[in-house]
């Protein structure tokens, strides 16, 4: 049975590429978490919704239990995957490629730290809510959820400076395809 031929398989699997780029399975997952997100704050309205059903000892309605369901499956995604992810960094980070100071350099690796940090207490506070009904960690999950989405802003505008600034940052994230 050849395993390799599946879609997950190839999906995930990394490749070669240059040391200029991050690899492919980082791009993916990269990726993956930002549809995962996008995901989970397009149902953060219906999520609030059918926790303050549970808090008020109703039922919850089948889309009330997929809603909880995918919101809390989805966070431990996020989590895992971006263990996986700063593992991953750990053995591949490509060199910078813009012209950046020092100081420059060490606020944006504090800001990916960040990243991975806020990540880590959403899905931490989040369980310890959901699952044990720790009320303050349901006021850290809510306080964390604007953090990050401050964080990705942030994240976002770096991007977006890079390609105004023409240099080849961004394209690590892309892929070497990209520069053509």
């Known amino acids: 049975m050849r395993v390799s031929g599946c879609l997950l ?6 490749t070669k590429e240059s040391a200029n780029f991050y690899t492919l399975l980082q791009r993916r ?4 978490v930002i549809i995962l997100l996008i995901m989970q704050y397009a149902l953060q309205e219906p999520m609030s919704e059918a926790m303050a059903r549970v808090g008020r000892q109703e039922n919850l309605s089948f889309l009330d239990f997929l809603v909880t369901t995918w919101h809390t ?4 995604c996020i989590a895992a995957i971006m263990i996986w992810r700063w593992q991953l960094r750990g053995r591949h980070v490509p060199p910078g490629a813009g012209k950046l100071s020092p100081m420059q350099s060490k606020l944006i690796q504090l800001h990916h730290m960040g990243l991975y940090l806020v990540v880590g207490v959403m899905a931490l ?3 310890l809510h959901y699952y044990l009904d720790v009320a303050l960690a ?3 999950h809510e306080f964390t959820k604007w953090l990050l989405l401050g964080l990705i802003g942030v994240h976002i ?3 977006l400076t890079h390609i105004g600034n023409g240099d080849r940052v961004f394209q690590r994230m892309m892929g070497k395809d990209s520069l053509r």
């Open 73 to 76: 499956w989805s966070g431990i």
């Open 29 to 32: 997952l990269h990726w993956l």
């Open 138 to 140: 349901g006021v850290w």
């Open 157 to 159: 505008a770096g991007a």
């Open 125 to 127: 506070s989040g369980a």
């Open 9 to 14: 398989f190839q999906f995930m699997s990394p």
